[in-house]
């Protein structure tokens, strides 16, 4: 068995509007606090779809931006290792879920578009290939059950 990591965070929701859930689905606040010790509170709600407030995020972006936040660490990290000068890396990811009978859904695909600026044209084809490997050992890819596609584009920059 491998090492072993414990994550403990705090979800309180703070949308009771004085009757709790007991007026109806539509008469209760979605807005919840995402906590963790000693970190900036995170302020949720629901999908706008599903009476959220479009102000605070939502767990469907949270799932999107763990995807994004992993690859792009774990991409890194597989540059450092070989080599490859990053000198800049933004991504604009986008997920599409797909609700289904009986007040479900699920996530269909989740794309990354990273743009990654590196040192060296020497170095465009392994950053480009970097992608796959990345995607490889990314913990939060890994654990999810939809395909998460890459469309990267690789840049030459200082």
Same mark, same amino acid.
């Given at each position: 068995? =491998?090492?072993?990591?414990?994550?403990?965070? +705090? !979800?309180?929701w703070t949308g009771n509007t004085g009757t709790g859930t007991g007026s109806g689905y539509r008469a209760y606040g *979605?807005?919840?606090?995402?906590? =963790?010790? =000693?970190k900036p509170t995170l302020q949720g709600s629901a999908d706008p779809a599903f009476l959220g407030d479009p102000e605070r995020w939502n767990p469907e972006e949270f799932? !999107?931006?763990?995807l994004s936040q992993c690859h792009m660490l774990t991409y890194l990290s597989v540059? $450092?290792?070989d080599g490859v000068t990053v000198t800049a890396y933004e991504d604009v990811a986008t997920g599409v879920m797909e609700e289904t009978a009986g007040y479900s859904g699920h996530f269909t695909e989740v794309v990354l578009r990273p743009v990654v600026t590196v040192g060296d044209?020497?170095? !465009?084809? *392994?950053?480009? +290939? $970097?992608h796959h490997d990345a995607h490889q050992?990314?913990?939060?890819?890994?654990s999810v059950n939809f395909p998460v *596609?890459?469309?990267? +584009?690789? *840049? !030459? =920059?200082g």
């Open positions: 068995m =491998g090492k072993q990591h414990a994550y403990r965070t +705090t !979800v309180r *979605r807005a919840h606090d995402v906590i =963790g010790d =000693g799932l !999107v931006i763990a540059c $450092a290792r044209a020497a170095m !465009v084809e *392994r950053a480009r +290939t $970097a050992t990314c913990f939060i890819a890994n *596609r890459h469309e990267p +584009t690789i *840049r !030459v =920059g």
